[in-house]
């Protein structure tokens, strides 16, 4: 039964050694070995030439030293090495656990075989502890606490491993400190982990260049199992490179006690912290490449070269002038606008055209200028492309010839409205005499007209012969306005009847308007003599 659990535990913690390997092959290249640490391995010897097992290795800072760009104080650090010497970040636990059963809980009363072991930040665990026997005679718990003492200072807590044969341990739970106890209070989980094969915790220290004073180094003591000092110890050693690995099998980094002021610049400061220089910096001509981004009057660069000064250190000077995308374009181009910025070559305005300032005349004198010309009522303003029309409104008129035409002008002169006026006028006259041949008829009425008048004269005459032959009336058709002589038309028609003659004549105010007629020729005529009024 024993070799049996043997086998058991040899096939479990083979699995588990190869699962630790895959572990240690995924995250400790990159969890574990960032700035500023060095990572110690390799195998340390007594001064007999036997491994220093299960030996305590801590390294103290021979001075204050603060890590780089920050105000951390770097602090012991403790490692140790395992049953052949090989140094480890946490040490094997070597005193077996503290277990007492508890009847409370649904736990099996039986025999159960408890072991643990330290775990660090990663969750890597070291190698078990010594297992403890604890008999459980009722349904209750076990209670489990560290070995008395403070614990390796690099684990973070204790993996508990319970099983029913010894060597049968699985994991069932973890502590978060180094001093916690665990309770196990229900059935045991058989198919959990095994614990580990090899202690692949690793041992870390700050690189001695990401901090400052530069220079500063580390006081070694080596402890074996039982406390006592391992002879050559204690030794100075220094580490340089954060990231690196020390094999300390191929030889100690002794320090020699050399620290440097002031601070120097470093090259990989701690989680890339700011530094800082006071003064100019001078590459003797070298190149500056590799630069994130370049911020002047602001430590948040937000393009490659970002300038928020203010006064002459808001400016960029190039003596030479600018290119874009290696080129600096032809000649004649300048830099222009894509919308996003400044980077499109565009053609240079070299001229601008003849300018004309347009002015207003009245009468051909220039009135002052003003911003805005206001074309009013009734002109009209009608924007189109390239220009601006200005007209005149429509009066509302409909174009055309009028009759007797009714009229009506606004305050610019304009008609406004124009209507066709009736087919008769005030008749003012209207006589039909006969007239011998050779006589004179001058008309009896004489009209004076109060303001200003167009006359219409008519006059038609009929002649007639007995005999059927004819000699037409002729004469002449003469007026007088204001007692003056005015001759209107000749008369000479043979035997025609109807209007032959008329005239149309502007009287103008208090004229005295009458009108003779003539007649000359054989026989007798008729004359029908009208005219007819209109005011303007």
């Known amino acids: 039964m024993r070799n049996s659990g043997k086998t058991q535990r040899l096939g479990r913690r083979l699995a588990a050694c190869v699962a630790a390997a895959l572990f240690l092959a995924s995250n400790i290249s990159f969890a574990q070995f960032t700035a500023p640490y060095v990572m110690l391995q390799g195998t340390l010897k007594t001064a007999s030439g036997l491994a220093a097992a299960n ?46 059963p508890q009847y409370v809980g649904t736990m099996p009363p039986g025999n159960y075989y408890v072991e643990f072991a330290w775990y660090d930040q990663f969750g890597v665990q070291t190698l078990p502890s010594r297992e ?72 870390r220290v700050v690189a001695n260049d990401t901090g400052f004073p530069t220079g500063t180094g580390y006081n070694v003591s080596l402890l074996d199992a039982s406390g006592n000092t391992l002879f050559a110890y204690p030794e100075m050693w220094q580490f340089f490179g954060p990231g690196s690995t020390y094999n300390l099998s191929q030889g100690i980094p002794y320090y020699h006690g050399q620290v440097t002021y002031p601070i120097p610049i470093l090259t990989i400061p701690y989680n890339h912290n700011p530094q800082s220089i006071s003064g100019p910096l001078s590459l003797s001509g070298y190149n500056l490449y590799n630069v994130g981004a370049v911020g002047v009057g602001t430590s948040t660069p937000a393009w490659g070269i970002d300038v928020e000064g203010s006064g002459l ?40 055209p003849t300018l004309y300032y347009q002015t207003d005349q009245v009468n051909g004198a220039a009135v002052a200028q003003q911003p805005v010309n206001n074309f009013l009522s009734p002109l009209t303003v009608t924007p189109v492309t390239g220009k ?22 606004d305050a610019y002169g304009r ?55 004819c000699t037409g009336p002729s004469g002449l058709l003469t007026g007088i306005v204001n007692g003056s002589s005015i001759l209107f038309t000749e008369i000479n028609n043979d035997c025609n009847t109807g209007n032959i003659s008329g005239f149309t004549l502007l009287v103008p105010p208090g004229a005295t308007f009458q009108v003779t007629i003539s007649t000359v020729g054989s026989g007798s005529s008729y004359v029908l003599h009208s005219w007819y009024e209109m005011s303007l």
């Open 415 to 469: 008609l406004t409205s124009a209507t066709n006026g009736s087919a008769t006028h005030p008749l003012l006259n209207c006589q039909y005499v006969a007239c011998a041949s050779g006589s004179t008829y001058t008309t009896s009425t004489t009209y004076t007209n109060s303001t200003s008048r167009v006359l219409s004269e008519m006059v038609s005459m009929n002649g007639t012969d007995p005999t059927g032959g």
């Open 313 to 352: 250190d808001s400016i960029i000077n190039a003596k030479g002038g600018y290119l874009v995308n290696g080129s600096g374009g032809t000649e004649g181009e300048c830099l222009g606008s894509d919308g996003t910025a400044f980077d499109t070559p565009i053609a240079c305005v070299t001229g601008l």
């Open 55 to 100: 030996a305590t290795l801590t390294l103290s800072p021979s001075q204050v030293f603060f890590v780089a760009g920050s105000s951390v104080v770097v602090q012991e650090a403790q490692c140790g090495t395992d049953a052949n010497g090989s140094v480890v970040g946490i040490g094997n636990p070597v005193l077996a656990p503290r277990a007492a």
């Open 388 to 409: 601006t029309n200005i007209g005149l409104a429509n009066s509302g008129v409909t174009p055309g010839s009028y009759t007797d035409v009714s009229l009506t002008v």
């Open 132 to 203: 403890v026997a604890v008999q459980l005679t009722h349904t209750g718990e076990l209670q489990i606490l560290p070995p008395v003492g403070t614990g390796p200072p690099q684990a973070t807590g204790m993996a508990v491993f319970i099983g029913l044969t010894s060597g049968g341990e699985t994991l069932q739970g973890t502590t978060t400190s180094l001093t916690a106890q665990f309770t196990q209070a229900t059935p045991i989980n058989t198919a959990s982990a095994a614990p580990p094969t090899r202690n692949l915790t690793m041992c």
